[in-house]
């Protein structure tokens, strides 16, 4: 894993914790805890970052008892390494918005499942108790970026297990994701305009990595190459501007967010979904323009 700043060697060292912590506790019960994401990438910002992981339990009775004690460590451990999780994950929050954050699951800490809620071969999630996101995520994007950038930290390694499946289905999946993101953006930004922001700009990044997806390009690690990469693909009437403006918003989240007015946070949120819809559009234009270059002229 590289570390490239304070704040990844901080998620580092609570990982490692995290996961010690846990497997003591229950040497026998997990099969194998998967990271990926920002974290993973060696992109996280404390305050604006998430971690991504998965807990895969070897018997689907033990679930419960495990992710509760997991949270409790969970919290305990954010606040000593001080990585800021509380203020972006949904199930510490006490208010009215972080309960119904919690309901549809939106910025889970984590998930922990059972041994056959995610077919991991076709990289599918058979549950649909894993929230309104993952229910319709795209198994073609997830398996991708599990493949990409996924790191098991603890147990089996079942990354070689994961085939890549095709779906044009999938492709108006991911296209869906950020929109309705960017939407809830708009929607929180106006009673919690920090929170929305913080929204606005996962929509916002999100939908590069789809875009690519969309149009059948490589995915690479780094978000700054990914906005290069879909500038090219996109062509004179692309745009990744409003990316860019995302990326460095996220990195510098603290800044921005006594800079930025109310206005102009709810601004951003607004041009996040215009971005959005615009980009989708031209990455389905160019992917239907690869397909019938594939084919010979007549």
Known sequence: MRIATKDNVRVIAFLSEFTSVLTSKFPKGIDFILLFGSAARGEFRAGISDVDLIIQVKNESDME????????????????????????????????????????????????????HIDWKNCSITTPSLGVLASIAPAYQFAKKIKAEGK???????????????????KIKGAVIPILISIASILVCLPFPDKGLKYGLKAVLYSVDDQLYIIDSDYKKKAALNLHLLRSELGEYGSVRLAKEALYAKKNFDQIKKEWTYADKISFCGQALIFILYNNLLSFLRFFAKVLNRFPNR
């Open 65 to 116: 008892m495990i992710e509760t004690y997991s949270e409790s460590v969970f919290w305990k451990l954010d606040e000593k390494y001080k990585t800021r999780l509380a203020e972006i994950c949904s199930t510490k929050q006490s208010d009215i918005f972080g309960s119904v954050e919690k309901s549809v699951k939106l910025y889970k800490p984590f998930e922990v499942i059972g041994p056959n």
């Open 152 to 170: 098991i930290i603890y147990g089996r390694n079942m990354l070689s297990e994961i085939t890549v499946p095709f779906s044009f289905i999938d």
